[in-house]
């Protein structure tokens, strides 16, 4: 039976967390497979009750933590070639950077057979200063050739990874979009909307439009907002805004919610409901996308953005910026609008039209339901996993 080392960064909230949980959970029978986790940062919400609910445990390693700290660094690489002399893994696969970097190196130098990345996203712009990001492109590189095989979620990464940041040959990257567990999106929907609007006391005339993420610079939340300030002077349609997540930059946005003079509220502190609404973090992520009519995303880069394939699944349109893998997640003008990167009127215009446009947020809404499902279900993302094992083990 081969043996499969899963290793990720961490445990919070997003595409990552799923794919290696479905991974884990559905993968044949014919593999046996062990979870490896990193620590989530401070701010972070966590998703360990995702692999709670499938019965996972995973093994932690504290030290592996996202920021750059060599002597924690150097502590967790260790423990992986550990855990990878006594698992004796036929193949080692890592998702997202840093335990890319420690697992791919600790696999390298344990003489396992296959090795395996995921690049769920990536840093090479719209993160760091050019130095950093020059810095860690080449430390990509010299991965790619310790690599058997390096995986990309979409087309158009592929195309970054060999193309536009020279990671490695094209003829060595395999596309697996990501896979979701969908059919919960559509469950009891009504009894969701229902407890959604009444929960945070929307009105039945006043649509809501929601964005689910991380409040760090990344996801650009300052767009959404701005792009709130002028979709209110430019519709007469009743709307609510919601943004769904916690972190960082949280006191920085209430406050551009004050210089814009956007009224607000902290939802998660009791206060009441106004036009922008802070909700933090909210586990039922399904009921919030039931009671939602439009699903918003203002991100700066991204690789599968999930809460776009969830959005699709519940049947809600979407307005987006047109960056890294968006374009492969949601197909213009039939399941939402993607417009370009930081440009507040074009993302306000293509709100307004969705507000004001009933048939076209249903129609929109039906086409994302059949594309997400056909596309992200994660019985497609466990098949096309297996092919890929089976090839490469093959070889070995």
Request: proline residues 5%; glycine residues 6%; aromatic residues 10%.
């Amino acid at each position: 039976m081969p043996k499969i080392l899963r290793i990720i960064n961490r445990l919070n909230i997003g595409g990552p967390t799923f794919n290696v949980a479905y991974l884990t959970k559905y993968l044949s029978s014919r593999y046996e497979t062990l979870l490896v986790s990193g620590t989530i940062d401070d701010g972070e919400a966590s998703s360990e009750y995702i692999l709670e609910e499938l019965g996972i445990k995973p093994v932690y390693i504290p030290e592996m933590q996202r920021p750059i700290r060599p002597f924690k660094d150097r502590k967790a690489y260790s423990k992986i070639k550990q855990i990878i002399k006594k698992f004796q893994p036929d193949i080692v696969h890592t998702h997202a950077a840093k335990a890319g970097t420690l697992g791919r190196l600790a696999a390298y130098h344990s003489n396992v057979p296959v090795i395996l990345h995921t690049f769920h996203g990536h840093v090479f712009h719209s993160y760091f200063h050019p130095l950093v990001t020059k810095a860690f492109i080449q430390i990509e590189r010299y991965l790619a050739k310790k690599s058997s095989k390096i995986v990309a979620i979409s087309e158009l990464q592929k195309k970054e990874l060999s193309q536009d940041f020279k990671i490695c040959q094209e003829e060595k990257i395999v596309v697996v979009p990501n896979g979701f567990d969908l059919d919960r999106f559509q469950k009891d929907y009504d009894l969701k909307r229902n407890r959604f609007r009444t929960q945070y006391s929307i009105p039945e005339q006043v649509l809501a439009i929601g964005i689910i993420g991380r409040l760090a610079p990344i996801k650009n939340h300052e767009l959404f907002l701005k792009s709130i300030d002028l979709l209110r002077k430019i519709t007469n349609i009743p709307f609510m805004a919601f943004i769904i997540g916690d972190g960082e930059l949280r006191v920085k946005l209430e406050g551009i919610c004050q210089q814009l003079n956007l009224p607000f509220a902290k939802l998660d502190q009791g206060e009441l409901p106004q036009l922008v609404n802070f909700t933090s973090w909210i586990k039922e992520i399904d009921i919030a996308n039931a009671g939602l009519d439009i699903i918003a995303l203002t991100s700066l880069n991204e690789g599968t953005p999930v809460s776009l394939v969830e959005a699709q699944a519940a049947r809600n349109p979407i307005v987006t910026t047109n960056v890294g893998g968006v374009a492969d997640v949601v197909l213009h003008e039939k399941a939402g609008f993607l417009t370009p990167s930081n440009q507040h009127e074009p993302f306000a215009n293509a709100l307004k039209i969705l507000l004001e446009n009933e048939n076209l947020r249903k129609s929109m809404g039906d086409f994302g339901h059949s594309f997400a499902f056909e596309k992200f279900g994660y019985q497609r993302l466990v098949k096309d996993m297996e092919n890929l094992y089976d090839l490469l083990l093959s070889k070995n």
